[in-house]
Structures are given as C-alpha cells and as structure tokens.
C-alpha cells in the first residue's frame, strides 16, 4: 500500500495495491501492521460501521468529545468527499481541513485521527461508506459542528443545498463547538 500524509501530516491517505484483472479485483483492505508503520500508530479498532447515502446526503462533521473516536474510513459502492477538521486547540493546524475523493473506483481510504471532526457529502447517486473506529460510539459525548461553518469555509465539491439529518442540520460553528486542549 502507499501512505501519503495530505496537509494536515496527522491525516493519511492510504491507497492499497490492487490486482485486477478480466475477473475482477483484489486487495487487502486493512492490515494491522501496515496501518500502524503508515501513520506511525498503534491503534486498535474496535467497531466497524456501514452507512447507505444518496446524493447530496452530507453526515457530519461528527466527533466525540469524551471517548474520541480515531476513524478509518472507505468507499465501497459508488463516491464521497470526505473532510476532516482538525480540533485540536494545540495542533499548529487546528481549525484547517483537508478533504478527498474516496470512490468505489479509486479504492482509497483516509485515517482520521482521535481529535479530529469528520463529515462526507454524496457525489454519487448512492455511496456506501465504511469506517473502523479506535472507540465505541458514545451519544452523549457526540458533538457536531455545522457543515457550513464560514469560519472553517469547507470547499465540499458539491452544488445545491446538501441534505441534512434533524442533528447534523443543528451543528454548532466552530467559534461556539467544543473541541479539545
């Protein structure tokens, strides 16, 4: 696999070798001993989930105050861009973000530290994400802060108005959110 720290260094992007041929394709999705030399940690994982969107679906940005949440996520049916936020009030990159296109076809996959707000919109017609997580979901430490934020002034690569959950439609802006020390 390749490893590429984007702009924020703590943020990899991991794209993994993939065979392919007349059949279809191959590649190792995840291995323990390859993540951990690729961004230099030695996290554990402890859940996996799997989300369906459809267009214009945004989720995010999500993060856990208490308990916060080391994400590796992925694309396996059709296509996202995924941002990550740092919030880390002593990272000489807190408030910036980056963001990728993870696809289907691209077969890439981002690491989103602990510390970090996260969020994707929905470029496809349907996008089916997957993500590891460092720690178990906590309702009552999850935090979210608007995706519109003028502050953070998140380019998504997506026109129109995004379709929003009731909670994500509620995120607080950046200046007000919780983050951490």
Same mark, same amino acid.
């Given at each position: 696999?390749?490893? *590429?720290?984007?702009?924020?260094?703590?943020?990899?992007?991991?794209?993994?070798?993939?065979?392919?041929?007349?059949?279809?394709?191959?590649?190792? $999705?995840?291995?323990? %001993?390859?993540?951990?030399?690729?961004?230099?940690?030695?996290?554990?994982?402890?859940?996996?989930?799997?989300? %369906? $969107?459809?267009?214009?679906?945004? !989720?995010?940005?999500?993060?856990?105050?208490?308990?916060?949440?080391?994400?590796?996520? !992925?694309?396996?049916?059709? &296509?996202?861009?995924?941002?990550?936020?740092?919030? !880390?009030?002593?990272?000489?990159?807190?408030?910036?973000?980056?963001?990728?296109?993870? $696809?289907?076809?691209?077969?890439?996959?981002?690491?989103?530290?602990?510390?970090? &707000?996260?969020?994707?919109?929905?470029?496809? #017609?349907? &996008?089916?994400?997957?993500?590891? *997580?460092?720690?178990?979901?906590?309702?009552?430490?999850?935090?979210?802060?608007?995706?519109? #934020?003028?502050?953070?002034?998140? #380019?998504?690569?997506?026109?129109?108005?995004?379709?929003?959950?009731?909670? #994500?439609?509620?995120?607080?802006?950046? *200046?007000?959110?919780?983050?951490? &020390?």
């Amino acid at each position: 696999m390749e490893a *590429t720290r984007l702009a924020i260094p703590d943020v990899v992007l991991i794209e993994p070798k993939v065979f392919g041929d007349a059949r279809g394709f191959f590649y190792e $999705s995840y291995n323990q %001993r390859a993540f951990s030399q690729a961004t230099g940690t030695d996290y554990q994982f402890v859940q996996d989930n799997h989300s %369906r $969107s459809s267009k214009g679906v945004l !989720r995010g940005l999500h993060y856990q105050i208490e308990q916060p949440q080391g994400k590796l996520v !992925r694309v396996v049916q059709g &296509a996202v861009f995924d941002v990550a936020v740092d919030i !880390r009030k002593s990272s000489p990159t807190f408030g910036q973000w980056v963001g990728v296109e993870l $696809s289907a076809d691209n077969h890439r996959q981002l690491w989103v530290p602990p510390g970090f &707000a996260h969020g994707f919109v929905v470029l496809s #017609d349907i &996008a089916e994400f997957l993500y590891k *997580t460092t720690d178990y979901y906590a309702p009552e430490h999850e935090r979210c802060i608007a995706w519109n #934020d003028a502050t953070l002034a998140i #380019d998504w690569h997506f026109e129109g108005t995004p379709n929003l959950s009731a909670k #994500d439609a509620q995120g607080k802006v950046f *200046t007000e959110a919780e983050v951490f &020390a």
